[in-house]
């Protein structure tokens, strides 16, 4: 099974978080190949840097305790990024220009031909297989609809921080290439999920509980931590994350999780340790 990531070097924890839960919830003994997608753009912020090997060393470690043929493969696609979006309309994006990186996914060599992209502030409430295992043949990709987007937008908006991918079919379809032009040149509102939304050409959707970016409950395969909405005690939205271990608990109140945190808290902490060399 093939799992796909992007971000700079402050998506550890949700990386280790997300991968946690995969191996925890997953009966297969099948192995995954996890790929990470990142590059140093820190000339546009200073924070915007690559993740570091040590980082993905220590998910290597973590990842072959629970099968030792898993891999973790970090990709730099900095050069890739400057050739095509540098200074482009979307660059300054409403997150950052690391969720444009899984546009690039045809261009990198060894993409295998199905893959689940995820972002990484997302938790498998239960095995990943009832997703992997979704058929997309004939479609680019299978995605559930935003939680939002769905009433603002179009009943059959994505959220794109939830796709399996058909890499064959979106090859055929040009999909990427044709979600690259409009990134270099128009100005979007969702700028890669918005990209990735215009010029699809066949999608599968999903039932919500395989991106739920509001609820949990016992069918929810996939809780997603996005930015939402609250009402109380007055109108606000706020980004709370599962590695915000107290302010998650605190607000959701979620304890299905608990295998999971516990575990990412103690690995945590030996990650730091070895860091500072103690």
């Given at each position: 099974m093939n799992i796909l990531f992007s971000g700079n070097d402050k998506v550890f924890d949700g990386v280790l978080t997300c991968l946690l839960s995969v191996f925890m919830r997953t009966e297969s003994r099948e192995p995954f190949k996890v790929y990470v997608l990142t590059m140093d753009v820190s000339h546009i912020k200073?924070?915007?840097?690559?993740?570091?090997?040590?980082?993905?060393?220590?998910?290597?470690?973590?990842?072959?305790?629970?099968?030792?043929?898993?891999?973790?493969i970090k990709v730099d696609v900095t050069d890739i990024y400057m050739r095509e979006f540098s200074n482009c309309p979307n660059e300054q994006c409403y997150c950052s220009p690391y969720t444009l990186l899984r546009l690039f996914m045809d261009?990198?060599?060894?993409?295998?031909?199905?893959?689940?992209?995820?972002?990484v502030d997302m938790l498998f409430n239960r095995d990943i297989q009832i997703l992997y295992n979704q058929d997309v043949t004939g479609y680019e990709y299978a995605a559930a609809r935003d939680h939002y987007g769905k009433y603002l937008v179009n009943p059959n908006y994505i959220n794109a921080g939830m796709l399996l991918f058909n890499m064959n079919e979106c090859r055929r379809t040009l999909l990427f290439e044709k979600a690259r032009e409009l990134i270099k040149t128009k100005k979007l509102p969702f700028a890669d999920q918005s990209a990735i939304y215009r010029s699809t050409t066949r999608k599968k959707m999903l039932p919500?509980?395989?991106?739920?970016?509001?609820?949990?409950?016992?069918?929810?395969?996939?809780?997603?931590?996005?930015?939402?909405?609250?009402?109380?005690?007055?109108?606000?939205?706020?980004?709370?994350?599962?590695w915000h271990v107290s302010k998650m608990y605190g607000v959701f109140k979620y304890y299905e999780f608990d295998d999971v945190l516990y575990e990412y808290i103690f690995l945590k902490k030996k990650f730091q340790r070895q860091e500072s060399g103690s």
């Open positions: 200073p924070e915007y840097k690559a993740i570091d090997d040590k980082s993905i060393e220590f998910l290597q470690q973590v990842a072959r305790e629970y099968n030792p043929k898993n891999e973790i261009m990198i060599p060894g993409i295998p031909d199905k893959v689940l992209y995820l972002d919500q509980k395989y991106n739920d970016q509001k609820f949990l409950n016992k069918k929810t395969v996939l809780r997603h931590f996005s930015r939402r909405l609250f009402w109380l005690p007055y109108p606000h939205t706020d980004n709370i994350k599962q």
